[in-house]
């Protein structure tokens, strides 16, 4: 029996922080710059741990969920695990290679090139939706750039969590890659520690408190935040077909997903038959059960079941009518989708990111309508457009911000690694995934190089050579005489340089 008293188990995981952090910083000043030879050979091992733990992956989620779908599981955290690891293995070599750049004009044959630095050390702080794939996706990112990594998995994954560390371990020394978890009793003993970069998933309030600890040692962050995603469905569109991917994303991992679609703007003519749709898809889904259902996932925990329901509570409290996909369960937290119509703005159902399988439905009279409510919402990280109509696709692209965009279905965007993922404004910063997520975390750093005998003293003082009044005549031109002199200047005591330049004029 362990007899330590409470607080010496939280000093201690906050030592075995600092220690790490502390023995992968060595580490790295040890070897700076791994061969991209040596980058693929961790990739490529990470990629076979995900391949062997597949099985023991799902159960542990599957446990910390209290039941979720094997199937999706595998699809979604792991295989998209693998699918990166995969493609930043067959890319990393012409990543790393330096970037050819152009001199200016008055530097021609010398040479400017752009080499990407590993940053050192980075932080990766994982939310519990997609506890796999969203710790993996990142440290991808980071062993492609030739980082070393810590990463913080969530308190209320620990089955995972304990697969996660025993997986890398077997294959990563502590020094390169390391596992905590829920044994840290405050979260911020890891956001202190000075790393090179940090990369956040989660909500935006915990967001801008990850922002403000990173901030105290100027730590660069990546945030990857998540909002109200919205779906438009246009006229022109089969509303048969848009409520069928739309209630695939809702209802895949309960609708627990930072990319779920988490409104429908549908046209008001059309909103019974969208219904309608939803309900039926729900059905031929999940055979019009979920309690006891194999393939659908439970909401996570007790706190996020009950946050579901306030939300509906309200809504309901203000007229709003609720309609459920299939009978609510008892003593079960498998909560089926939620329809919900009549909405006002002073509802949270409008307002707050829902992050789970509840789907409020606002109709539109117009396109003009449907945009004017996007943006008068923050910016999302995903927007989804149903539409076969080329011109009102652009229009809607034009005159909206989002993170990504899938148009005529749901979230692919995602999980196709050769493009970026990341939010904007309200929904996060920086990006991840394929050659962007590689530079995201590695340092640009130019390198300009002077050719031998470049005369690059006709630049020096004193100024006022022929060679200096020509370039400022050519690329400057002429100056404004009706502007007169600079403020604070004395009528007579114009610079030498400024003599010269009217010279050349």
Known sequence: MNSAPPGAAVERADARVARIFQAQQAAFRADPAPTAAERKRRLKALKRQVSRYQDVLAHAMSQDFGHRAHAESKMLDLLGSALEAQHATSHVGRWMKPSRRSTEWLFLTNSVRVHYQPKGVVGVIVPWNFPVYLALGPLVA????????????????????????????????ESLVAVVGEELADPNVFTSQPFNHIVFTGSPAVGRIVMRTASENLTPVTLELGGKSPALVTRNYSVADAARRITHGKSTNSGQICVSPDYALVPRERVDEFIAGVRRTFEQFYAGKTEGNPDYTAVVNERQLQR?????????????????????????????????????????????????????????DQEEDALAFINARPRPLALYCFSHDSAERDRLLRHTHSGGVAINDWGWQVVNHDAPFGGVGNSGMGNYHGVEGFRELSHARTVFK??????????????????QRLALRIFLGKPDPALGQAPGQAPHSTSTSQQHTRQAS
Request: proline letters at 10%; aromatic letters at 8%; charged letters at 15%.
């Open 142 to 173: 980071a062993l492609a750039a030739g980082n070393r990594v810590m990463v913080k998995m969530p308190e209320v994954t620990p089955a995972t969590n304990a697969v996660l560390k025993a997986m890398l371990a077997e294959v990563f020394h």
């Open 308 to 364: 579901m329901q306030a939300v509906l509570d309200d809504a309901r409290a203000k007229g709003a009518h609720i309609e459920s996909c299939a009978p609510m369960p008892k003593g079960s937290r498998q909560m089926p989708l939620q329809i919900v119509t009549g909405l006002s703005g002073d509802m949270r159902i409008l307002s707050e990111e829902l992050f789970g399988p509840i789907l409020p439905v606002v109709p539109y």
């Open 450 to 467: 002077r050719q031998r005998f470049f005369p690059v003293g006709l630049f020096y003082p004193p100024y006022g050579n022929f060679v």
